[in-house]
DNA sequence: GGATTTGATCAAAAAATGATCAAGATGACC
DNA sequence: GGTCATCTTGATCATTTTTTGATCAAATCC
C-alpha cells in the first residue's frame, strides 16, 4: 500500500460512481467499480484490494451477501453504502462483518475521513496487542498465559469462559452486544444464541464475583449485552 | 467557504426577496434569488450554494418536492420559511430532510441566528467518521461505549432512552420530528405514536436534567418535535 | 373566554429480558 | 468403553423495560 490505496465500489446507481469516479482520483484513491455483486467478488479476486465500499441494494445478489462472502476470504475493511432508512439492513451488514457504513447522500470531505479511518484501523490491526495483564479490583487476567487469580488464587476457567471474559476486557468500560459476544466466542452462526451468554455470564460471575447476585465488575446492560466495569 | 457564505433562496414573495436583498449582503452572506422551484434546482446546480431558505409555498413545483430532489444530491443546510398555520407542511419539510424552520414574519436577527446555527452544524458534520463522544454541559455521551455519565458519575439509560438521546445527539442544535424520532427508535410502524416520545423524553430529562421542568438541553419544539440544545 | 389540542408526569399492567439450577449430551482422554 | 470436564438445553422465577391509561398544565384556536 506505498502507492495508491485501491478502492473496490460496488454500486449499481450511476449517479453515485460518476460521483466517487470524478472525486476519488483527486483524492489519490485509485478506484475500481463494479456494478453487480458477482461482477465486484470476481474483481476483488483479480486485484489487490484495500477497501471496499459496497451499496446494500444491488441488482442480482444481495449487498449483505457480498459482505459474507468477502468476509469468508479476507478482512479487507468494507465500508457500507446505504440509503436513509435502512436501520435494520445496516444493523445486519455490520452484524456480518462490514466495519463502517455512511448514509446516502454525503459529501465527499466525509466519505474521505471514513475512507482514512478504515485504512488505518486495517494498518494497526495487523500489528500485535501490547497490553496482555489486567487487574480488576482483587483480580488479575493475563490474556496471553490464560491465567486468573483471584485474592492471589489460581481461578480456573472454561475456553468459553475465558474467551467472555477476553472479550469483555478487550472492550474494557463499554458495551459488548449479546451478538458481539457470540461472534466472537462461539462463531458467527450462534449468533441470537442469547440464552448462552447468560447461562456463561453467570459461572463467571460464580467464579470472579464475591457475591455474583450483586456483581461489581461484569454489569448486565438489559437489553443490549454487558459491560465490563472499572473500577 | 473561506469567503462570503452563498446563500440561495427560494421565494416568489417579492416583499421576502426585497428584505433579504437588503439585508444579508450586509451581515456577509452572498444572495442568490430563486423565484421558483424549477429555477432554484438548475440555479443550484450552476453554483457553489452553502445554505438554502425555501419557501413551502411556491408557483410550480412544491417547496416539498424542492427539498427531496435537493436531499438526493446534497446535504446542503436547508430552512424552511413557513407561514403561520402550515404545521403539517412544516413537519413534512422536516421529514424529508430540512434542517430548520422559520415561522414568517422573522426579523433578521432571528435568521441570522438560524443560518449561523446550520452553517455550523454543516461545518461539523463534515467529519464524523470517528466522533463517538459528546460533551453537553456537566454531561458526557459515548455512543460506541453506550456510556452516559452527569457530572461523573455514571448514568443507567435503558436502550429506547440511550436510543433517543443517539438520535437528538446526531443532529445536535436542530430539530427532529416526533416521527423520525419514532421511526429510528422504535422502527417505522410505530410513527404517529407521539405519546411514547413524550414519555420518553420526560424519562431522560428526569435523568439528564439538573431541573426537568426547565429543561437546558432538551428542548421542547411544540408542534413538531425536540431539539438538542447545544450549550 | 371557553373549548380543543398538545405536552408533562405518574403509575399500573403487560411484555420482554435476565438469572439460576440442573439434567442430559458431547467429546477428549486414558 | 468408561470417566471426566465441558457444553447445550429446558424449565422456572426474578427483574427490568416497555406499553398503556389517566390526569393535570400549558398553549392555541375559534
Chains 1, 2 share one sequence.
Not at 500485535?128 to 495483564?133: C, D, K
Not at 487487574?135 to 475456553?159: A, Q, Y
Not at 472492550?171 to 444464541?193: F, I
Amino acid at each position: 500500500m506505498n502507492t495508491k490505496p485501491v478502492v473496490l465500489l460496488i454500486e449499481d446507481e450511476q449517479q453515485i460512481r460518476r460521483f466517487l469516479r470524478a472525486s476519488l482520483p483527486d483524492e489519490n484513491y485509485a478506484l475500481i467499480e463494479a456494478g453487480s455483486g458477482l461482477e465486484a467478488l470476481s474483481k476483488f479476486d483479480g486485484n489487490e484490494v484495500d477497501l471496499v465500499l459496497v451499496d446494500l441494494g444491488l441488482p442480482d445478489i444481495d449487498g449483505l451477501e457480498v459482505i459474507s462472502q468477502l468476509r469468508k476470504k479476507s478482512r479487507v475493511p468494507i465500508i457500507v453504502l446505504s440509503a436513509r432508512g435502512q436501520e435494520q439492513t445496516k444493523i445486519e451488514a455490520l452484524d456480518r462483518g462490514a466495519d463502517d457504513y455512511i448514509t446516502k447522500p454525503f459529501t465527499i470531505g466525509e466519505l474521505l475521513a471514513r475512507l482514512r479511518a478504515a485504512l488505518r484501523r486495517a494498518g494497526r490491526a495487523s500489528e500485535p496487542a501490547e497490553v496482555h495483564t489486567f487487574t480488576l479490583g482483587d483480580i488479575s487476567v493475563d490474556l496471553e498465559g490464560r491465567l486468573v487469580r483471584k485474592k492471589g488464587e489460581d481461578v480456573h476457567l472454561t475456553p468459553i469462559e475465558f474467551g467472555l471474559l477476553s472479550s469483555l476486557l478487550k472492550r474494557a468500560g463499554k458495551v459488548v452486544t449479546h451478538n458481539q459476544l457470540l461472534k466472537e466466542v462461539w462463531g458467527d452462526e450462534y449468533m441470537g444464541e442469547t440464552h448462552y451468554v447468560r447461562v456463561y455470564m453467570a459461572q463467571l460471575r460464580a467464579k470472579l464475583e464475591d457475591n455474583p447476585a450483586r456483581p461489581r465488575f461484569i454489569m448486565t446492560e438489559p437489553g443490549v449485552g454487558y459491560r465490563l466495569k472499572l473500577q
